[in-house]
């Protein structure tokens, strides 16, 4: 059975400089190798071997999930209001939000170290993570005599950081156990994101392009 170690005993075998366990400090950063040509894998390198050459490879999420207003940005296309009255104009879009991480790899591949984060991310919160989402609607946007209006979105993301827990059977760049930071961050099951919308006066470029 896969035994976490506890925290304050982590520190003091890193203190002690022992060859049994290690940290790697910052997702993608690699340190010198030591005077005893040691050296320190990456994050990425690490989860790439989960499952595939480690005894043990768990995930550990540390704290809630934090949720948050992804930043707005323009969907569909603008529309041109070229009469001298006000004009209700719909437009149409779709709008694909997905998943990121620290180390770049996609939690929806083949590797290990998804299949490991998925489990744990629904076992510690109850919930699936999401990969990705897709949102297609049509927006009425009121413009003005003369101006330009277009739709903006900003989606509801979550995000979630932990820990890997990585044992190996021989020592892997000298040490049997490693402990890697991770970060996550996809949408939200529930896309309650904000939808706007935003007019102003065409410029001369755009008069003579479009009207």
């Known amino acids: 059975m896969p035994v976490t170690m506890p925290a304050p005993l982590r520190r003091t075998m890193l203190a002690c400089g022992s060859a049994a366990a290690a940290f790697v400090l910052a997702a993608g950063a ?3 190798a030591h005077a005893d040509h040691e050296d320190t894998p990456t ?3 690490l989860l790439e071997k989960c499952d595939n050459g480690t005894d043990v490879c768990d995930f550990h999420p540390e704290g809630p999930v934090r949720e948050h207003q992804a930043a707005r940005h323009a969907v ?3 529309v041109y209001n070229c009469t001298d009255r006000e004009q209700l104009m719909s437009v149409g879009w779709s709008d694909t939000t997905s998943e990121s991480n620290s180390v770049g790899l996609s939690l929806g591949g083949e590797y290990g170290f998804a299949e490991v984060f998925t489990v ?3 076992v510690t919160y109850g919930h699936e993570w999401t990969h990705s989402h897709t949102e297609s609607q049509t927006t009425t946007v009121a413009t003005g005599p003369g101006e330009v209006g277009r739709v903006y979105v900003g989606p509801r993301m979550q995000t979630v950081k932990g820990t890997y827990e990585l044992h190996f059977p021989d020592r892997y760049y000298g040490h049997y156990y490693w402990y890697a930071p991770f970060e996550a961050t996809g ?3 529930d896309q309650s994101g ?3 919308q ?3 006066p065409m410029t001369s470029e755009e008069r003579a392009a479009y009207c």
């Open 198 to 200: 935003s007019t102003r």
């Open 194 to 196: 904000t939808i706007t």
């Open 76 to 78: 569909g296309a603008p």
């Open 30 to 32: 690699a340190a010198p």
């Open 120 to 122: 744990s991310f629904k």
């Open 187 to 189: 949408p939200t099951d």
């Open 43 to 45: 994050v990425r390198q």
